[in-house]
């Protein structure tokens, strides 16, 4: 996750963020992010076995994690050890971004001023908020909002009723009407008296040639972001969840739904109604068949159907018995 442009942020000393641990250093927090991506001084997190590898490999200052998982990590890095981290995850998360877990409406939000967007054409009752950039040769469809900070390319085609925050979106792309690009995502934490809401800090990157069709919502990334690959079609109705990563190439029909977390390869083809669990790894030139159930990896070069999904041949197995 590059540098958050759409969020503020709180300059927050690493110990008075946990005063009950005896940490050794103490320094503004630069970050909080994946262990993949993780910095010096940025704060990380570990909850799951299935990330050793990346644990073992990150660079961040400080990190989050269970007690029974804590020797995975590099010995440099502080631990603060917890009976519950997407807990701490939370509350550390809205101590560095205080307005992250509601999408408040954007009150910069004002008519286009044609000076500024010279090379753009735009529709009737388009707005804008501030620091918005708009490519040469671009199209803005009416009642579309794009709000502050976001970044659009050249030659993009942006549909009537299109709502765009938290998003850079890359050259040559087209969103078709009534697309919700960069909301908040469904992400919160039950407890017995209230579901407390997880914050969403990431953003959503679309990547050159990419073509979205009619009433389709992309979420931002909660810690991460959410991306689509270059020159990947999508189907009218479609809902990508926060940090689902979609490879270059692939062709996605009507009303899929992907849950969170995600990653999908390059080349993937997946008929309508299918549906992708979350935190699942989609192999590259993978092909799904429509209303299929994917609930478990699928490694390259498959062909699934059904629910669950199961290789193709033994799904026309089991319809013969």
């Given at each position: 996750?590059?540098k958050n442009?759409?969020f503020?942020k709180?300059?927050?000393?690493?110990?008075?963020?946990?005063?009950a641990y005896?940490?050794k250093r103490?320094?503004?927090?630069?970050n909080?992010?994946?262990l993949?991506?993780?910095?010096?001084?940025?704060?990380?997190?570990f909850?799951?076995?299935?990330y050793?590898n990346?644990?073992?490999?990150?660079k961040a200052?400080?990190?989050?994690?269970?007690?029974t998982l804590?020797g995975?990590?590099?010995?440099?890095?502080?631990?603060?050890?917890?009976k519950?981290?997407?807990?701490?995850?939370?509350?550390?998360t809205?101590k560095?971004y205080?307005?992250?877990d509601?999408?408040y409406?954007d009150?910069?939000l004002?008519?286009p001023?044609t000076?500024?967007?010279k090379?753009?054409?735009f529709g009737?009752?388009?707005?804008?908020g501030k620091?918005?950039k708009i490519?040469?040769n671009?199209?803005?469809?009416s009642n579309?909002i794009i709000?502050h900070?976001?970044t659009?390319g050249n030659?993009?085609v942006i549909?009537?009723?299109?709502?765009?925050?938290?998003?850079v979106?890359g050259?040559?792309v087209v969103l078709?009407d009534?697309c919700?690009?960069?909301?908040?995502?469904?992400g919160?934490?039950?407890s017995?008296n209230?579901?407390i809401?997880?914050?969403?800090?990431g953003?959503v990157f679309i990547?050159?040639?990419?073509e979205?069709?009619?009433?389709?919502?992309?979420?931002r990334?909660?810690?991460?972001d959410t991306?689509?690959?270059?020159?990947?079609?999508i189907d009218?109705?479609v809902?990508?969840?926060?940090n689902?990563?979609?490879?270059?190439?692939?062709m996605i029909?009507g009303q899929?739904?992907?849950a969170?977390?995600?990653?999908?390869?390059?080349n993937?083809?997946?008929?309508?109604?299918a549906g992708?669990?979350?935190?699942?790894v989609i192999?590259?030139?993978?092909?799904i068949?429509g209303?299929s159930?994917?609930v478990k990896?699928?490694e390259?070069n498959q062909?699934?159907?059904?629910?669950p999904a199961?290789?193709?041949?033994?799904f026309l197995?089991?319809k013969?018995?």
């Amino acid at each position: 996750m590059s540098k958050n442009i759409f969020f503020k942020k709180k300059n927050i000393k690493i110990k008075n963020a946990f005063p009950a641990y005896d940490l050794k250093r103490d320094f503004i927090i630069n970050n909080i992010r994946p262990l993949h991506q993780a910095q010096k001084n940025d704060v990380t997190f570990f909850d799951s076995i299935k990330y050793r590898n990346l644990a073992e490999k990150t660079k961040a200052s400080v990190c989050i994690t269970l007690d029974t998982l804590k020797g995975y990590l590099p010995n440099k890095i502080e631990k603060i050890i917890v009976k519950n981290v997407l807990v701490e995850v939370l509350n550390i998360t809205k101590k560095i971004y205080p307005f992250s877990d509601v999408d408040y409406p954007d009150l910069t939000l004002k008519k286009p001023i044609t000076k500024k967007f010279k090379a753009v054409k735009f529709g009737n009752n388009v707005l804008v908020g501030k620091n918005v950039k708009i490519g040469k040769n671009s199209f803005i469809g009416s009642n579309t909002i794009i709000e502050h900070d976001v970044t659009i390319g050249n030659n993009c085609v942006i549909g009537s009723g299109v709502i765009i925050k938290n998003t850079v979106v890359g050259d040559r792309v087209v969103l078709q009407d009534d697309c919700k690009i960069g909301q908040k995502g469904f992400g919160f934490i039950p407890s017995k008296n209230k579901n407390i809401k997880f914050p969403h800090i990431g953003k959503v990157f679309i990547n050159n040639d990419v073509e979205i069709a009619s009433g389709c919502t992309i979420d931002r990334g909660s810690i991460d972001d959410t991306i689509i690959g270059a020159n990947t079609y999508i189907d009218n109705q479609v809902h990508i969840a926060h940090n689902v990563k979609i490879g270059s190439n692939c062709m996605i029909a009507g009303q899929v739904g992907f849950a969170g977390s995600s990653k999908i390869g390059d080349n993937v083809s997946i008929g309508g109604q299918a549906g992708v669990s979350g935190h699942l790894v989609i192999g590259n030139n993978v092909k799904i068949g429509g209303g299929s159930g994917v609930v478990k990896n699928i490694e390259d070069n498959q062909i699934v159907m059904g629910y669950p999904a199961v290789p193709l041949k033994e799904f026309l197995r089991n319809k013969k018995k």
